[in-house]
DNA sequence: AGAATTAGTTAGAGGCTATCACGAAGCGTA
DNA sequence: TACGCTTCGTGATAGCCTCTAACTAATTCT
């Protein structure tokens, strides 16, 4: 689907050929991980798949870990564009939109939605280009987190009332996040309560997210959708003042 | 530290010997899993470094899905321990020394926590006494959402005021969520309202510890454990009304 | 057409899980 | 105490895996 090597430069034959030997190399590794996990990919598995007999895949990625960071790097690379169509789709699409957007995406394969934020392993560090798109993504969410409600919030009934309470710990906080946004988002200048709420949106729905789709809400019948749907008004009802 | 095999039975000097190799495999294993991960977990590097060849763990653990299976029913133990004494702490205890103690448990071995709540492997299902120790865990839970704040929030300065806001998402949620906590803690009635609570506690906390843990913070100089405060006392803030 | 680059092969080292058959302890009991 | 049964640990082996090295074959460039 996204075909994130075939279109790369494609000058000479050769190039060709490579990039897009390298695109199949990928496409098999996702099917591994979405049946199996990324902790049983197998470089031998893919080259058997492909007809070619093992080491090849050498001359094509340096080994498992070049493969998997590429794969990561795609899966932030998809989120970014998921992220960015939602923000295009209307002229002040806000969080409710990100919301949405990242739900599908989520569900849409939920083994690359762990390839960016599950389980760590120690003594990995993601490459900078990597975490500049992660960077992206965090400016993007800063913008939809600026922008002020269209006509209050979209999905919901509430009338944005209980904007008052300040509890002493989000005061802590808010000092803590005090002009914070020039590391963040390349040089975005945001107040606390942005930031804030760009946290609270981030970790509210990442939580709800993780634990359906791991499963963990298995045994128990709800419906997560609502429970996302239900947090997102929440965080829709505390909206910026203006 | 906690000797969960040290002391089971011990009558003949074999299981006693028996009970106490089991225990420091597991230790090594634990060790391994905090400098490099589950995925990284290996039986023979085990053996070897307690001095005996391969496949003599063979006779302890029927293999490393066994073992590790026994790694996470030892975590998902663990917690409910840590959640049973801060229930255990105050006669009122409620979600605010749940919170404290669910973050202390997180921060002390993230990889524990992440072989509970991490990335799940597509193939695998936990064994009956494993959920039945999960469910302990959301019977606690649910216990402190249920349990009024002793004499308002405690770590927070907030009266809570701001209980009467019910967006259409939340009652749509709660609608599917009454009368449904029969099945999670064994028979425990609960009104939508705390199942509601409870599991915005959950997923809120989790969202923060499992950024926080995985390093997704780490750029952005801001304190995880104030944002974690914050979200809590905004859970807080909407209380029980009695 | 010849030379240089690149693709793919087999062989092999070293790691892992897991099974098997065998010796060597230990334990309960006659 | 001495016998027999049970259990522990071993080496050997099969089958995976990653990754390196040397060699062949194909392709592209000059």
Redesign the interface.
Known sequence: MADTDTDTGAKTPRERYRAQVRAEIKERAWEQIA??????LSLNAIAKQMGMSGPALYRYFAGRDELITELIRDAYRSLADTFRAASASAPGAGLAELARALRDWALEDP?RY?LI???????YHAPDDI?AI??EN?AMLLDAAAAPAPDG?V?????S??TS??????T??DT??EG?GR??ADGHPAPAAH??RA??F???????L??E????FN?????PG??Y??????LL?HSPPH
């Open positions: 049946t199996a996990g990324a902790s049983a083994q762990f934020y599950g389980t760590p392993v120690p003594g975490t992660a960077g965090m919030p999905t919901s009934t509430a009338t009332t209980a309470a300040m509890t002493s710990a989000t802590a906080l803590d996040l914070l590391q963040w930031l804030h946290l609270a981030w970790t509210r729905l990442h939580g709800i993780s634990l789709l791991a499963g963990h045994g128990m019948g709800f419906d609502l429970l749907a239900a947090e997102l008004d929440d009802a």
